[in-house]
């Protein structure tokens, strides 16, 4: 079993619809929180970034963590075609010097 | 400024040939890390590099694959007699950490990648 799962997808939805994406993990340690998009053919860029449990809202994104479920999501509300990407979560322990275990990525495509 | 670049952005070889891809990190940052993105793949940690500390080479697969960082900054990453399952993308990243070597935030930057196939 993976230390982190994530549904590859893809995913399909219309224009303007809430998108949910999740993680589960198997790690307690995990104490820092990422999510990163990844355009075709381009490396990952940072979308959000929480520390332990809780929410994280920035603008149409907003960015939840259970720790007592060993559950993160990510919500993109109004989606639009430019969100169209690779959707990957990560997770870091402290004392791992950074190291950051990824999800496999779900594949989102936001249609007009 | 500059980003974090990588160098060839594409590589093909023939099974057995030995490879070397290069990371040139941002300006500044003492942190520097291996991926590889494999088809259908997470990222996959291969190597990390801070300071002058002795890298973190938990994530190499075999011991045909090998990195080393000259003066606290670009890094090759060297792949010999390669197999096809090596064939991916190879993605290299940098950050920020302070003195102590500890961070509380740790952002990754990275590059845009190279991919390796092996024929």
């Known amino acids: 079993q993976k230390e982190v799962e994530q549904d590859p997808g893809p995913l399909s939805v219309p224009e303007g619809a809430i998108v949910s994406l999740n993680c589960t993990y198997s790690?307690?340690?995990?104490?820092?929180f990422m999510w990163y998009r990844q355009y075709s053919r381009k490396g990952p860029e940072l979308l959000m970034y929480?520390?332990?449990?809780g929410n994280k809202e920035d603008g149409r994104f907003t960015a939840q963590v259970d720790k007592s479920s060993k559950y993160i999501s990510l919500f993109i509300r109004d989606s639009q075609p430019s969100d169209s990407a690779t959707y990957l979560c990560?997770?870091?322990?402290?004392?791992?010097?950074?190291?950051?275990?990824f999800g496999q990525g779900t594949e989102l495509s936001v249609k007009p | 400024g500059a980003g974090v670049s990588q160098s060839p952005s594409n590589k093909v070889t023939e099974k057995g040939k030995d490879v070397e891809l290069r990371c040139d990190p941002i300006?500044?940052?003492?942190?520097l890390y291996w991926y590889r993105q494999s088809l259908g793949q997470g990222l996959e940690f291969l190597i990390y590099?801070?300071?002058?500390?002795?890298?973190?080479k938990s994530g190499l697969p075999s011991d045909r694959f090998s990195a080393e960082r000259t003066g606290g900054s670009v890094s090759t990453l060297t792949i010999q007699r390669t197999q096809q399952e090596d064939s991916a993308v190879y993605l290299c990243?940098?950050?920020?950490?302070?003195?102590?070597?500890?961070?509380?935030?740790?952002?990754?930057?990275f590059g845009p990648g190279t991919r390796l196939t092996v024929l």
């Open positions: 990243a940098s950050s920020f950490k302070d003195k102590s070597g500890s961070s509380l935030y740790n952002e990754q930057f």
């Open positions: 790690n307690s340690a995990f104490q820092y």
């Open positions: 929480t520390y332990s449990s």
């Open positions: 990560a997770m870091s322990a402290d004392n791992q010097g950074g190291k950051l275990i």
């Open positions: 300006s500044g940052h003492t942190a």
């Open positions: 590099f801070q300071g002058n500390s002795a890298p973190d």
